[in-house]
């Protein structure tokens, strides 16, 4: 047989499943879907068969919702968790595949809504929302989550630390996933490696729009603002509120403004209330009647049930006086020094003469901050302003559907407008930030810094989509501070940029070159290939392991195959039965993806020959490793801990002894599934029934009969590696990496000469 052939069969023992899996379908309803998508299906089906669960991080524009409706084309019953925003996208989407799925949104979860327990596959829309654990929309879908497996869609699923990610994966993963690593983590998120975007449109280097600098005196004056008085259940939110204010400087005069007001009220409120002895919790200040200082004297008694010491209200009364005296003087310079607006509204109007013809979508976080610049755009014709409470074009208010169809009648399948009806100029709240097809624009602009810079992919996702502009182009209004001010934000957005990068992997260039001339632009110039972070190393592996196996014949051999190849290290691979990979570089096991990708790639190089004597001592090697992965595994690292752990051994030594035999098969079985792990929503019900159901004797059966329910229910999963003994059986192939420099040894007598694969008895 031939040696290429040999090879190619090792690999595919190495790293295929023992069936051929079925036939991946290239179409769903009317819509085409491309290699890469298709790539992508095969993986998350792999990882959902055997983990439960899947995170699908594709760039934004890539077509994620397609990737999952072909997902639940399989199943009978899917559930499909959206944001509000996206309702009528998805209903478009199921319409043209063909598919249907219920659809439920993060809203309704957060307002405590039931789900039905019928679906049988849920995904999950933006699950990067779903990043805090305390919240009552995510108690709502990890109970959802318990029973059916789930697909996270996010092309941004780490805002700002490793935890987002983990919270994400946790349900499904379970507790554990709170303390593994992040690259352990990213072995859950399928990510493509490739770059290569030839159906989007390119995308040309963000640009900095600076105007409207001033000499830091606003800035300096809002730190020295006195600590603000707080309501009684508040906590001491002084640094956050001082962080607030400065937000709303670096996007607009208006927004400072607008944020001003709203803590002059709350001052009033609160020196209001203390003179009449009372003390308000936030939720009475955030309803309190009035502004400024035109609030309802007479209600106090009502809105402020909790009376306040003498001394106290004296504290608070002084306290609300000295905030209010401060925020006049802040107020007053305000009047005096000049308006950064004007300057700014001046370069956004230079932005759209420079791009005229082109639709322009210009984004803030700010409300406030995307009025004033409509007040003072909306004489130029064609501008439009959305926020989450007004939709309005020059003449007045518009509906919001109507209000996109002028803007992007294309993507919104509407009749393309009459020119002088046509807004090419939409100035938004992120709101249009996620979800939505855009792509009649090709301008973004970002008229702030948001304080997570996966938002600035999100916004530019918007409009860089297949059938999009030819070119998308992007541009950052800088904030109105000095160098050393912008060069300070810029830095923490990058340093959570490349947090996000390690894990997950690089995405499109969101923020310009450090400021020109900085020293911080020539210590760190722009890298003209990023590396692949963790979770696209993984999906390369997966790639070139299907490779392998698509080329290799589809007949397995029942005895391990060694096999030899050059390469510019020592080091081996290890095929395991059911489709696992051991990885080794001089005598050490590779853990991390870069480490087992660096090995995969050497493996391709040229055959080399191996005597029996030779394969007979990898095998050996590696049995020897898997006994140490194994022994690990034996001792329980890795295993979520629930508390109904501890429960399990005292029902077993509490209940009666004519029921002992039969807890005790209960009890083995039930930390059998514990050990594979359960999703948190399942942890979550195992704790609760163990808080309820104290260990009270001949109770022992029922509650073990009730826990076992709970983890029947949730959704299956298949580890290949769990349970398997190390041994001929569980080894289908090695690789051998060796340098050319290093002389084979003679074959054996017997053996062919030249012979470089060895099947091997136990």
Not at 41 to 68: M, N, P, S, Y
Not at 72 to 82: F, G, S
Request: with cysteine.
């Amino acid at each position: 047989m031939h040696l290429t052939e040999l090879k190619l069969r090792a690999a595919r023992a190495a790293f295929a499943d023992r069936a051929s899996p079925p036939a991946l379908e290239h179409r769903l309803g009317d819509v085409a879907l491309r290699p890469h998508q298709l790539r992508a299906l095969e993986l998350v089906r792999a990882q959902i068969a055997r983990h439960g669960g899947c995170l699908l991080a594709e760039d934004v524009g890539r077509g994620k919702t397609f990737i999952a409706l072909a997902l639940a084309q399989r199943h009978r019953a899917p559930l499909v968790v959206i944001p509000a925003a996206l309702r009528d996208s998805w209903t478009l989407a199921m319409r043209r595949s063909d598919v249907a799925c219920t659809l439920v949104t993060h809203e309704a979860l957060s307002r405590g809504s039931i789900v039905s327990p019928s679906h049988d596959l849920v995904i999950v829309d933006e699950s990067h929302h779903f990043r805090t654990l305390a919240t009552r929309r995510y108690a709502a879908l990890a109970v959802i989550a318990a029973r059916a497996p789930v697909l996270l869609l996010s092309a941004t699923p780490l805002q700002n630390r490793d935890r987002d990610l983990a919270a994400q994966l946790a349900l499904f993963l379970g507790s554990s996933a709170l303390a593994r690593p992040a690259a352990e983590l990213a072995t859950h998120v399928v990510r493509s490696a490739s770059t290569s975007d030839d159906f989007l449109p390119a995308s040309a280097p963000p640009r900095w729009i600076t105007a409207g600098a001033d000499d830091g005196t606003v800035l300096r004056a809002l730190l020295a603002l006195p600590p603000p008085p707080r309501a009684l259940d508040a906590g001491d939110a002084g640094a956050l509120r001082a962080i607030s204010l400065v937000r709303a400087w670096a996007s607009s005069r208006a927004a400072l403004v607008s944020a001003l007001s709203t803590r002059r009220r709350i001052a009033v409120a609160l020196e209001q209330s203390a003179a009449a002895g009372r003390i308000p919790f936030r939720r009475e200040l955030r309803g309190w009647p009035g502004s400024d200082d035109s609030v309802q004297l007479g209600l106090v008694p009502f809105l402020a049930p909790s009376a306040l010491p003498g001394p106290a209200a004296d504290a608070l009364h002084r306290a609300a006086g000295a905030e209010l005296r401060a925020l006049d003087r802040l107020r007053r310079m305000l009047r005096e020094t000049p308006d950064p607006d004007i300057a700014r509204a001046d370069a956004l109007r230079e932005t759209v003469t420079r791009h005229h013809g082109r639709s322009i979508l210009a984004f803030s976080e700010m409300a406030s901050t995307v009025r004033s610049y409509f007040a003072r755009l909306r004489s130029i014709g064609g501008v439009g302003m959305l926020t989450s409470h007004e939709s309005r074009i020059g003449s007045g208010s518009i509906p919001r559907r109507e209000l996109l169809a002028l803007f992007a009648p294309s993507a919104q399948g509407a009749v393309p407008p009459h020119a002088r009806e046509r807004v090419t100029l939409l100035i938004t709240t992120d709101l249009l930030a996620e979800g939505l097809n855009l792509q009649d624009a090709s301008v973004v602009v970002h008229l702030d810094l948001p304080w997570n810079p996966a938002r600035l992919a999100q916004r530019v996702g918007r409009v860089r989509r297949p059938g999009g502009a030819a070119e998308v182009f992007t541009y950052l209004v800088a904030p109105p501070a000095r160098a050393t001010v912008l060069l300070a934000v810029e830095a923490r957005l990058r340093r959570k940029l490349r947090r996000a990068e390690r894990v997950i992997g690089a995405t499109s260039d969101v923020l310009p070159v450090l400021a020109p001339g900085s020293c911080e632009a020539a210590l760190h110039p722009a890298r003209a290939e990023p590396p692949l972070g963790a979770a696209q190393l993984e999906n390369d592996i997966a790639r070139l392991r299907a490779g392998w196996s698509r080329a290799a014949s589809s007949r397995v051999c029942s005895r391990p195959i060694v096999a030899a190849t050059e390469a510019p290290f020592d080091g081996y691979l290890v095929a395991l039965a059911g489709g696992g990979m051991l990885a080794s570089r001089g005598g050490r096991i590779a853990r991390s993806a870069r480490a087992r990708h660096v090995l995969l790639l050497a493996a391709g190089g040229t055959a080399s020959p191996v005597s029996p004597r030779q394969a007979g001592a990898v095998l050996r090697a590696a049995r020897r490793a898997l006994d140490r992965e194994q022994l690990v595994r034996a001792c329980g690292v890795g295993v979520p801990g629930t508390p109904v752990a501890g429960t399990i051994a005292s029902l077993l030594q509490r209940g009666p002894r004519h029921d002992r035999a039969a807890c005790a098969m209960l009890a083995h079985e039930l930390r059998s599934t514990l050990a594979s792990g359960i999703p948190l929503g399942a942890e979550r019900a195992l704790d609760s029934l163990a808080r309820a159901r104290p260990a009270e004797s001949g109770d022992a059966g029922r509650i073990l009969r009730e826990a076992l329910a709970i983890v029947r229910a949730a959704p299956s999963r298949v580890d290949p590696s769990a349970g398997e003994r190390p041994g001929p059986d569980s080894i289908r192939a090695v690789i051998v990496l060796r340098p050319a420099r290093h002389p084979a040894s003679p074959a054996e007598p017997g053996s062919p000469r030249g012979s470089c694969t060895m099947r091997l008895r136990p």
